[in-house]
């Protein structure tokens, strides 16, 4: 004889109004996407001005005929930063993406009443915080190596 615990045959309920706070969340996510959406493309932008930068400082430079300027470390600083932001960018891209499709899916859901939406709409959700977590790890994992290069450094200086 098998025993059945209370929980198996627990039915979660969807009330209006946790219907409502999920309607409310999506639409705030729905926007935080755009603004993060918004600020990839600057700093697309802003990589792809670095690059300029960086070129115009090492043309500048080779105008000046040997005169000290310093285009090459421009070239290449502007290059460096610009890869930067660029690979900043792509980081930020997808957990914005997966905000959005968060929001559009939820808002689409609950519009239309289709579980499969939902579903995804969540999916979605789970999908930008476990890479937010892993983000975070990492960004952790770096904090703490330069705390440890650190101390290293103050006691090899001393």
Same mark, same amino acid.
């Given at each position: ?32 996407? +755009?603004?993060? !959406?918004?600020?990839?493309? /600057? *700093? ?7 690059? #300029?930068?960086? $070129? ?34 792509? +980081?930020?891209? !997808?957990?914005?993406?997966? /905000? *959005? ?7 689409? #859901?609950?519009? $239309? ?34 705390? +440890?290069?650190? !101390? ?7």
């Amino acid at each position: 004889m098998e025993h059945n615990s209370s929980f198996d045959s627990f039915e979660l309920q969807f009330t209006p109004i946790a219907q409502s706070f999920l309607r409310e969340t999506a639409k705030w996510a729905k926007f935080l996407a +755009i603004v993060g !959406f918004i600020f990839v493309g /600057l *700093y697309v932008l802003l990589a792809f001005m670095m690059f #300029a930068m960086g $070129s115009a400082m090492d043309a500048a430079s080779e105008n000046m005929d040997g005169m000290g300027g310093m285009g090459m470390m421009g070239a290449v600083g502007g290059a460096a930063m610009g890869v930067v932001y660029l690979i900043g960018a792509l +980081i930020y891209f !997808f957990p914005v993406l997966y /905000l *959005y499709r968060f929001a559009k899916n939820t808002l689409s #859901a609950l519009d $239309s009443n289709n579980t499969e939406q939902l579903t995804n709409g969540l999916e979605n959700l789970k999908s930008h915080y476990k890479y937010m977590g892993i983000l975070m790890c990492i960004i952790l994992i770096f904090i703490a190596l330069g705390m +440890i290069l650190m !101390f290293v450094g103050v006691a090899a200086m001393m």
